[in-house]
């Protein structure tokens, strides 16, 4: 729709990592496609479309026959399969910092070395009337995410 405007407000860096526990038990990662493949995982969504993204952007392969064990669909929910030793998947940085604050012990692949970004935007209709409450919240959200 023409009338939708978004604003860049975030740029999210996405990690692959998995519980400590699960790792030990497979012993030297390989970092090989087949060793990848061996892994299980958690994903968000029906065809791994973020596993997918983080492969083809630090492997540049998005041909891999995953075995994912679990799909959910929020990030906490994620993270707690992931640190429950249930399989590798893809977090954002700023949850997995939170789990590392709180002393849970996670392993980052490390990828090619760039950080695979995911762009957050916030969307709006750039011509709707706004009540002043709802442009004083916009403006605060704006302002907290901006630093603006």
Not at 2 to 30: F, N, Q
Not at 66 to 71: A, S, T
Request: proline residues 4%.
């Amino acid at each position: 729709d023409r009338r939708i405007r978004t604003a860049k407000v975030y740029d999210e860096t996405l990690e692959l990592c998995i519980g400590e526990d699960y790792l030990r038990s497979l012993g030297t990662p390989k970092h090989s496609k087949a060793w990848y493949e061996s892994l299980k995982y958690i994903e968000y969504q029906e065809g791994e479309p973020i596993l997918k993204m983080w492969f083809a952007h630090h492997l540049d392969t998005s041909q891999l026959n995953l075995n994912v064990r679990c799909l959910v669909t929020d990030t906490q929910s994620v993270g707690k399969l992931i640190t429950g030793n249930v399989g590798a998947g893809v977090l954002p940085g700023h949850l997995l910092e939170r789990l590392e604050a709180d002393g849970v012990r996670i392993h980052r692949f490390k990828g090619c070395g760039t950080p695979l970004k995911n762009p957050i935007s916030l969307a709006y209709l750039e011509d709707r009337t706004r009540s002043p409450a709802v442009q004083a919240t916009l403006d605060r959200i704006l302002e907290a995410l901006l630093g603006a």
